[in-house]
């Protein structure tokens, strides 16, 4: 037997840290991996996942969780001779955690033996396996190559990460037709989107920039807002960059330096502080790229790529589906800037002059040529289901920043949990928030109490809020139901979510929850 050596991961960086300053590109198997060859990828260093390296020539390294994809790849790996490989000391086999270590598994494989001789196998510890060599970092990642292969990069101080072909759904690049019977989702998962969750926390608490190969920068995204609703908006982009797993850049738009001139006809003027801030978007990015615009009274719950990666095809601005074929709603958008020469100072012009009217800017949306092809449940509007990527608070008496009184507020109550805890918050901004009259004062009580649902507040707890004025502007407008059946419907539903008996069945909801705790 001989005495073979491999080099850890970590140490093969430590001995080349030029590679760690290098902008790194990570291809994947997904469908997006069909356009690879449209892009120039010199520029890039690239370490490639499972049998994605048969689709490259300029791969530095080549990764596999499991050791059935590398002897897929094998005879392809025989013939390329300056490729690194990476491996856990205790490679997968069948997607499941293998017991033999890689050492031991050199001796009964040829290739794996050679690229050992040659310097070129490299290993790290999964936390998959039971075993630790503890000189190292664990990598963490159970059912994806993704997932480890980012940890690898993050914990090595790569900061700048492009891929294609880490997309979502069940299915491969047209490269792999040949192999989808024998690997297609063998780890039991449902789709390749359970791997985002994981990555998107990688990005978060890294500060990486992962972005997809075909975009020069990370999704924008503008939040509306004021000063007044800075808290719901940090909520929002906090839940946002919880579930991206690629990089996003989020802005809000009070703090933008252009000033929105006076709307002089009563008739025409803004409904709300923000609703003229939408349109400087496209002049903020300089007419350049696309943009995501949100209203700060919303939570995402799903990744937003999914936004992103539509086409606009014809129009210039994409909107949300509406199943009752509502007029467009202008809360969710995807502005295409380079085509929109939107100037804010020409629109409120043409509103002044009575060239435009509120109703023609807001309800028909005459400037844009829009296409409603963003889907409906990105803006499920005051309704949460398992489907909601996008829940929206509209009722502006009752959002949960304002009022006790919402029946999803304890959604919101989550993530704002989540974010105190992972430090984007501070409990320090929300005493001031409060003492600027800009939250209610008894939800200081639910986070120190961890009381997600301030339908289970006491009335002394309640109390708290007695001379709490939320300052509304225009709440005469403030109601976005424009049927009177949908209205009514809104009203009796509300109705109940505030009635004593669904206080009754959620106090039972959390009693039985309590009596089944592990």
Partial sequence: ????????????????????????LVLGKGPSLDRVNKYNLTKYKIITLNDSITVCKDVILGHFIDLDAFERCSGEIALRKDIYIVMPWYPHVNSRPGTKKLIDLIETNSILKDLAKEKR??????????????????????????????????????????????????????????????????????????QFSKLADIIFKSGITHTQLHDDSAIKVYIGCTVRELLPAKVLKYSIEKHSHVSVDIKFLFESDIVIPKVTRKENRARTPFSFQRFLIPEISNYLGKAIYLDADMLVFKNIIDIWNNDFNDSNVLLCKDKNQRKPQLSVMMLDCSSLKWNIE?????????????????????????????????????????????????????????????????????VLFDAIDNNSISLDFIHREIDKGHIRPSLL????????????????ILRLDKNFKPILENSKNINPWKSLPRWFLSKVIDKYYNSFLYKIKIRAEKLFKDAYKD
Avoid: C
Avoid at 159 to 171: L, M, Q
Avoid at 362 to 382: L, Q, T
Avoid at 445 to 460: F, P
């Fill in 445 to 460: 009580y639910q986070i120190n109490n961890r009381i997600s649902n301030s339908l289970l507040l006491t009335k002394s």
């Fill in 121 to 194: 196998l490299l290993w790290y510890d999964l936390m998959t396996s039971e075993h630790r060599t503890g000189e190292f970092p664990t990598i963490k990642a159970v059912y994806f190559s993704a997932e480890a292969v980012f940890d690898i990069l993050r914990k090595v101080g790569i900061k700048y990460i492009k891929s294609i072909g880490i997309d979502g759904g069940v299915g491969y690049s047209n490269f792999f037709n040949d192999i989808e019977k024998d690997s297609h989702l063998l780890n039991k998962q449902e789709s390749f989107d359970n």
């Fill in 346 to 414: 020409y629109i409120v012009s043409q509103l002044n002059n009575n060239e435009l009217t509120y109703n023609q800017l807001m309800h028909d949306f005459a400037i844009a040529d829009y296409d409603m092809k963003i889907d409906e449940s990105w803006n499920s509007v005051d309704k949460y289901n398992h489907e909601t990527s996008l829940l929206h608070y509209t009722d502006m008496t009752k959002q949960p920043w304002l009022s006790s009184a919402n029946h999803l507020g304890y959604k919101w109550m989550e």
């Fill in 1 to 24: 037997m001989e005495n073979l050596e491999i080099t850890n991961v970590f140490k093969f960086f430590e001995d080349n840290p030029k590679l760690t300053q290098d902008q790194w």
